[in-house]
């Protein structure tokens, strides 16, 4: 165990989300660079393209080099969506394919519509053994490998559960060529020490500092390196989280146990590549292999009494049992979603504290060495949208589903993948008397009102036409531009046949959001009620003011109505608060 540490990596630390791969590779499909993906010139305009369309910030033309472009390149070719770059030792690139052109693939990957196929498609890249090890004859899968860690885990402890620290210093810092008995030793005695730990940040860096005595890079790398591999090793829909660590989905444990049997390869890399180009097959290409496993999760929904019907589907071949499985899956995961949602209440300072972090433009906030949260600042659009679904969800009461409040995907964790699509609003909080259809933006800048205050309108203006009761469109940024303030304030707009509208958008900040989210839930009275009496109170001088004059009364009112609440607010303060049907205003 003295020889030289390498970390392996599964993705990228200049793309740590696997989830917007897809997003940039649609973009890629119909962009003038598929098959010239490489040099300056083709870099620089491929980067230039994916900050046009939003997918990456290259803020102030920071990257003059395009390797924004490279690193992206690196991840399609890594997951097998375009042809990867041959080296002459190891063969002719006409023996796989033309350089950067999308591969059959990468044609899949694009149809993908579900989160469930997209999974898939991870599985089938990740299964394949690509990664060489130090012998230079064999090539080994990092998902494969750690499989077989953590099911030999489960056999000596009854649990595959593996922390962070335990997989930063014995998952990612190993391969096929340890001995895995060895491994899982180094786990337990590691695990051993650390439970009798007093103080446990300090001994994880200890740990790292003795490990990384063998490891000529930045010590740092160890955790670091971590939270990235094991972000792309869940999209793989095998591995979940579990705290900081992971451990095997109990529905994919069949196919964990397959996957597990092979971890290193003696073949050519060019013939890993042609496999992971046309799209590895993976155990669940056998029928009997994919039959077990849809029984097993039928066992489990059965157990948790999830109703379920798969009669309308046929299952006499592997592709269509798996059809079912992945079914059966979306209704899982609906049913998960519920249960996430009603934990929500009781999640409110977490809430709190990421809309810190969003307010920060992203940043990380560490509780203890096993508990964090954190906010890509490439990703903070997704995690305001998921950050104020999760305010919703905490309010509670409403009518609508988890599912149906959200515009964006999650992934498996309940993470956001991306943000909503365009054509509707963010969020539709729908309560019983009520809806506040809920739009969100990081923009500050004076293009502010030229991005939002037109889309914004339509779509309070289709929720109006839409839903029998009063809407309200609550409008939240970082910061609120004027001249936003003033096209809210007026709220006009004209639907179809000209018809006249007076919307009702109160633009909040964040901070002001979340100053009265706290103050709810301190006072221990967060319910609809009070959040529609904000809305209302904020709205009741728009007329007779001007938006400067507009936002100085909406944040005071914010701070008047959160003392209120903090002080208990009484029976005649209640009586005071008179409030105005929506359409009055």
Known sequence: ???????????????????????????????????????????????????????????????????????????????????????????????????????????????????????????????????????????????????????????????????????????????????????????LDLRQRRATAADKRSFDKKEIAKRGENY????????????????????????????????????????????????????????????????????????????????????????????????????????????????????????????????????????????????RGGGKMVYDEDYAIEVPKDEAPAYLEWTLWRAALAIDHMVNKPYEVRGFKLDSDFMPVSTAGGGKGDLYWEFSDFTVLTEVTMSTSSRQEAMEGEPVRRHVSDAVLKYDKPVYGLFIAIRIDTNTAETFRHGIWYAKGDVKQRLNIIPLTLGQFQKYFVAMFEANKANPDRLRELLIRCGTRRDILEAPAWKQYIDATVSEKSIELAESMTAHNDSRDILIPAGLL
């Open 1 to 187: 165990m003295s020889e030289q540490i390498k970390i392996w990596l599964v993705g990228n630390t200049g793309l740590r989300n696997p989830n917007r791969i897809q997003e940039g590779f649609s973009i890629f499909a119909d962009s003038r660079f598929v098959g010239h993906l490489h040099g300056r010139e083709n870099e620089l305009g491929f980067m230039n393209l994916l900050d046009e369309k939003g997918i990456i910030q290259n803020e102030d033309g920071k990257d003059s080099s395009g390797s924004h472009a490279r690193k992206w390149r690196l991840m399609f070719a890594k997951n097998g969506l375009i042809y990867p770059q041959i080296q002459k030792k190891d063969g002719r690139q006409d023996e796989l394919g033309v350089l950067d052109e999308i591969t059959p693939f990468g044609r899949s990957f694009l149809k993908a519509d579900t989160y469930s196929a997209v999974q898939e498609c991870y599985l089938r890249a990740m299964s394949v053994e690509q990664i060489s090890m130090t012998d230079g004859r064999h090539y080994f899968s990092p998902l494969r490998w750690l499989l077989a860690i953590m099911l030999e885990l489960e056999k000596r402890t009854g649990s595959s559960e593996l922390s962070r620290i335990e997989f930063a210093l014995w998952g990612h810092t190993t391969n096929p060529g340890y001995n895995l008995e060895e491994v899982i030793d180094n786990i």
């Open 216 to 359: 000529n890079k930045k010590a740092d790398n160890f955790l670091d390196y971590s939270d990235m591999n094991m972000r792309y090793l869940r999209i793989s829909g095998v591995l979940q989280r579990k705290g900081r660590g992971l451990i095997i989905v109990p529905a994919k444990h069949v196919l964990a146990e397959k996957l597990a049997k092979s971890t290193a390869n003696s073949g050519s890399i060019i013939e890993q590549y042609k496999l992971l180009c046309a799209g590895a097959p993976l155990p669940t290409d056998n029928i009997d292999i994919a039959k077990s496993l849809l029984d097993e999760l039928i066992k489990q929904m059965r157990a948790r009494h999830i109703l379920f019907d798969i009669s309308d589907l046929s299952l006499n071949t592997s592709a269509e049992i798996n059809i079912a499985r992945q079914r059966l899956e979306s209704i899982l995961m609906q049913t998960d979603e519920i249960e996430y949602a009603n934990k929500q209440c009781n999640q409110w300072e977490e809430i709190r504290d990421y809309m810190t972090l969003l307010i």
